[in-house]
């Protein structure tokens, strides 16, 4: 029984295109049925759900009836825009026989490497993920250029499970999971159960690139389960064509490769958050706001803070300090300096009156805090 599986909450799912478009025949909608019924099953089960869908180049190549991938970026580019029409077609109206929504993501490494765009890519797909709505995300191919050339969405899921701090990263692939040695050329080759995904032993196995329609190969898999494991997600590289794979590994089957991040998830959320931002500035915390957020492990309000120091904009972090000055949590802050300087003190409800709009109600949400 894999407990750090079946008991996940907030899981991404990525679906490589090797898998979606049936060996280059356009996108396989049975297929793609079949992984709606299971996300639709977890999602009913209580996990949060976010997917991360490549394909569109292989969709765009069938559109456009080109047989061979194209070797400019200018065409993998366009066959991307004409592809990403009909992939988000398929998921839509594939989620909507179940009643659910979608909605269409595209991002970028740099968006997610930019302050405030992480807040605000982060706010989003919060927001979505609580109105029951099934965000689809690819990258925008239209303009970065780098991630087509490698084929790599695997870099880009992992990005998204940093970004919703999810518990799970499932990585459906055209192999049952990483083996000992690529399968392609190694009949002999054996599936790896589990791995710390920080094992140096892994890069020799993950050496091979891909398949003709993905690119990445094991290596961008492996690179991704490490960057999951920076916010202490745990990555499973799985089967997609596993019979009910979704279903199985939420009743902890072990099926595919599981690698685990080398600490604790609180662990290594704190690490990730003081080693990927730089201090920006202060909040000063009065004694009730210090007691919210150690003993309740509530979101921190403007309410409770009594000065605010440094120049920060919306996304930086920021320290907070208690009462005699030590430092208490540290955190990604939803105002900018100014903005945090006139709505502190204030109840939520004089936030939009202050301030003509309101982005949160909380300066810090508990989800971007780390207490010391
Ligand atoms: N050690 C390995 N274990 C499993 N597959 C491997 C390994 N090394 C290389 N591969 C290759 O990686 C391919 C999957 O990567 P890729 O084609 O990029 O898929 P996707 O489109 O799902 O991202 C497999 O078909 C397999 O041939
Ligand atoms: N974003 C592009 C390329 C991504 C890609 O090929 O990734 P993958 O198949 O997951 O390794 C697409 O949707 O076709």
Redesign the pocket.
Known sequence: MREKVSKARRWVV???????TADGRGLDRDAMAVWVEQMVALRRAGVELVLVS?GAVAAGMSRLGWNARPSTIHELQAAAAVGQMGLIQAWESSFAEHQLQTAQVLLTHDDLSDRKRYLNARSTLRTLVDLGVIPVINENDTVVTDEIRF????TLAALVANLVEADLLV??????????????HNPD?QL?FEARADDPSLDA?????????????????LRAARLAARSGANTI?VG?RIERVLDRLKAGERLGTLLTPERGRHAARKQWLAGHLQMRGTLSLDGGAVRALLEQRKSLLPVGVVAVDGNFRRGEMVVCLGPDGREVARGLVNYSAADAQRIIGLGTEAIEQELGYIDEPELVHRDNLVLV
């Not at 084929?151 to 695997?154: E, H, L, T």
């Not at 990483?178 to 392609?184: E, K, N, S, V």
């Open positions: 990525k679906i490589g295109s090797a898998l979606l490549s084929g790599d969405n695997d990585i459906l692939t055209d192999r049952d999971g990483m083996f000992d040695a690529d399968p392609r080759a790896i196995v993950a050496g091979g690139t891909g398949g003709a329609l993905g690119r990445g190969g094991m290596q961008t898999k590289i997609g």
